[in-house]
Nanobody, 121 residues
Framework: QVQLVESGGGLVQAGGSLRLSCSASGSIFYGNTMGWYRQAPGKQRELVAS???????NYADSVKGRFTISRDNAKNTVHLQMNSLKPEDTSVYYC???????????????WGQGTQVTVSS
């Protein structure tokens, strides 16, 4: 089974910074994509940023230039550096990995428990 554990959420003033971290454990076969999603009350969960095992990144337009995603393949960790935070970034942030546990096994989405990020104006 794959488990994701997030850390780093909290309360910050607008313009401030936070760094989220996520550690994945379990039998993850090489090649998984890792990413961060967020979900505000009453809204759908949306992609914030993702990164492939090869280092290719993808960002939501709303965070481009402010957020940076990175990963350590050897440790199966992913980080999200969030700068110039805005009140509209307030949300629960979820770590995600799209992974398989064997070479020929099916790909699945796995999720962390979520961490709250609150940006005050």
């Amino acid at each position: 089974q794959v488990q994701l554990v997030e850390s780093g959420g909290g309360l910050v003033q607008a313009g401030g910074s936070l760094r989220l971290s996520c550690s994945a454990s379990g039998s993850i076969f090489y090649g998984n994509t890792m990413g961060w999603y967020r979900q505000a009350p009453g809204k759908q969960r949306e992609l914030v940023a993702s990164i492939t095992s090869g280092g290719s990144t993808n960002y939501a337009d709303s965070v481009k230039g402010r957020f940076t995603i990175s990963r350590d393949n050897a440790k199966n960790t992913v980080h999200l550096q969030m700068n110039s935070l805005k009140p509209e970034d307030t949300s629960v942030y979820y770590c995600n990995t799209f992974a398989r546990t064997t070479l020929l096994g099916p790909w699945h989405d796995y999720w962390g428990q979520g961490t709250q990020v609150t940006v005050s104006s």
